[in-house]
């Protein structure tokens, strides 16, 4: 890594306004590229549906400019730099939040999420507390692309150092403040749309701006309210840490305490105990997330520290940012992992001692063994290249991953032919791993939704055939789904039943679909699913409407 791989880093002193206007300046050739991804992620295969979101959206838009003078007044400044409407900023920006809640209105709308995994450790050797974040969303070509690091001491406010992407002028997605804490802001599937709630960027910005301490930063969120659900992960000088969900005007919050044994590790559970999450999340959300949580564990085994060799900031790197390739010789099969092919950011902070670490480049964002180090991060900022020694993930399993996920970015835009050609590659990059098979399952279910001839989905059939106990239980049960599909599309019978899909709610499915005329049934399915790659999941809005 050379200095042209360097993170920018932008500084910005003095008055709010002013300094939002000359960051929309800088990113006036830079902002389109994420805007349009953001847009995109709304997109229908159904354009009359499309018209209709948009006008959505516009009216989700408009209350947060009229309601909150002050996120009007910041966003007003960035537009002006830009030169665009402030409206058309804000419906970037908002973007991210109306994704928790539009298949409430519109079942259509695809299901994404920013999610994240946080970690804190003490860390011995620097006695301070360490926050590694990785940032989880399908902006993958967009944020990356003109990713950047602000440091910015706004109307005499404390100094923080964020990491974000030209487009977006708030510090509010993964930040550390000269107060002595961290931020990293993830987001939840929700049902909720408080409209009376504050936009969660601008409420995170005067967080920052006017709390020092974790008893502060509890008693401002108690008393803001969101427009959907979110939770921060934030961690103290004195190694507490704190888990706060904000949903519209409810909040829920832990307090956790940090140690130099084994990290705290928190990804998209609910800090409300109480909801029904099954009612709120895709179906195999809670699955998902439970692997992710195993893996965590089989991870801190792997890495083998804690009595002999204490962990600090550089641990905590590998921790986050090196997956486990799960090799074929292991009999389990394949799980996901904390770090993830959608991730955006890997970065661990070290507010006390001035300290940042940042995997650069395109994602996904695995460690590679070397990094940018950030010093000195409240004052004249340092950069320099560092190298961790410890084991990295080959080449090829990170390609593997990189066209993975360019695969569902393409999906997302509806560029097919990119679509294939990105899967495919994949499927080569990752045979020798088990994740090849979750690539190869993929494959075809874009042919199940993109090919009509009878041959090939008798091709198809048999495809499906062969991956049966090869995939983890959850995909399992939509593999189960898709040969009955075809069965009924080639044979006009089905032969599995409704006992082997284990899932509740894909039995649902399984029993919606059963009743659809043979005629349509192709032509209707194919249209009415949603793949998420990202999420190891594949939605069916038309069946969660039926509720």
């Given amino acids: 890594m050379d200095k042209n791989n360097f993170l920018p880093i932008h500084t910005l002193l003095g008055d709010e306004t002013e300094n939002f206007y000359q960051l929309g300046l800088h990113d006036r050739q830079r902002h389109t590229l994420l805007l349009d991804h953001a847009k995109g992620l709304f997109r229908s295969r159904r354009a009359p549906l499309n018209q209709t979101i948009q006008k959505i959206i516009q009216a989700g838009v408009a209350p947060s400019l009229e309601f909150y003078p002050r996120f009007k007044r910041r966003i007003t400044a960035y537009a002006e730099g830009l030169q665009k409407s402030p409206s058309e900023v804000a419906m970037g920006l908002l973007i991210p939040e109306m994704m928790c809640f539009m298949d409430k209105w519109i079942p259509g709308i695809p299901h994404t999420l920013l999610g994240c995994s946080s970690a804190f450790i003490w860390c011995t050797k620097r006695d301070a507390l360490v926050h590694g974040r990785t940032l989880d969303f399908p902006f993958h070509g967009s944020f990356d692309v003109h990713e950047r690091a602000i440091q910015s001491q706004l109307n005499n406010g404390p100094m923080t150092l964020s990491f974000s992407s030209a487009g977006f002028p708030f510090p509010s997605i993964t930040a550390m403040s000269e107060a002595g804490y961290t931020l990293g802001l993830h987001q939840k599937f929700s049902r909720t749309f408080h409209y009376q709630g504050t936009p969660i960027f601008d409420l995170i910005f005067e967080m920052l701006q006017n709390c020092d301490s974790l008893e502060e930063v509890v008693r401002f969120l108690k008393k803001s309210e969101s427009l959907t659900a979110w939770s921060l992960y934030m961690g103290f000088q004195d190694g507490r840490v704190l888990s706060f969900e904000i949903d519209g005007d409810q909040h829920y919050h832990s307090i956790h305490q940090a140690t130099e044994d084994k990290p705290l590790y928190f990804c998209n559970q609910r800090e409300n105990k109480k909801l029904i999450s099954h009612e709120i999340m895709p179906y195999g959300f809670e699955l998902y997330n439970e692997m992710r949580l195993e893996m965590r564990h089989k991870k801190l085994k792997a890495l083998g520290l804690s009595r002999k060799k204490k962990w600090d900031a550089e641990s905590l790197m590998r921790f986050i940012g090196v997956a486990d390739e799960q090799s074929k010789t292991e009999s389990s099969l394949y799980k996901a992992d904390p770090m993830t092919p959608s991730a955006l950011q890997n970065i661990v902070m070290v ?63 509806g560029e097919i032919h990119k679509t294939y050609h990105h899967i495919q590659l994949a499927i080569e990059y990752l045979q020798d791993y088990p994740m090849g098979v979750i690539a190869k399952f993929y494959f075809l279910v874009f042919q199940y939704m993109h090919e009509e001839h009878k041959k090939v989905l008798s091709v198809l059939l048999g495809e499906f055939k062969k991956l049966e106990g090869k995939l983890p239980p959850y995909l399992q049960d939509h593999n189960t789904l898709f040969l009955s599909r075809l069965e009924k599309i080639l044979k006009g019978q089905i032969s599995a039943g409704i006992d082997e899909i284990k899932h509740p709610s894909l039995q649902r499915v399984f029993e919606f679909e059963k009743k659809m005329p043979r005629l349509l049934f192709h032509a209707v399915t194919k249209e009415l699913m949603a793949p998420r790659l990202d999420l190891l999941d594949i939605f069916y809005p038309h069946i969660k409407a039926s509720r």
């Fill in 351 to 413: 507010p006390q001692a001035q300290e940042a670490l940042v995997v650069t480049g395109l994602g996904p964002k695995f460690f590679s063994g070397k990094v940018q180090k950030i010093s000195n991060t409240f004052d004249r900022v340092r950069q320099e290249t560092i190298t961790i020694k410890g084991k990295v993930n080959e080449p090829r399993f990170r390609k593997g991953n990189y066209h993975f996920m360019q695969a569902q970015v393409a999906q997302d835009r």
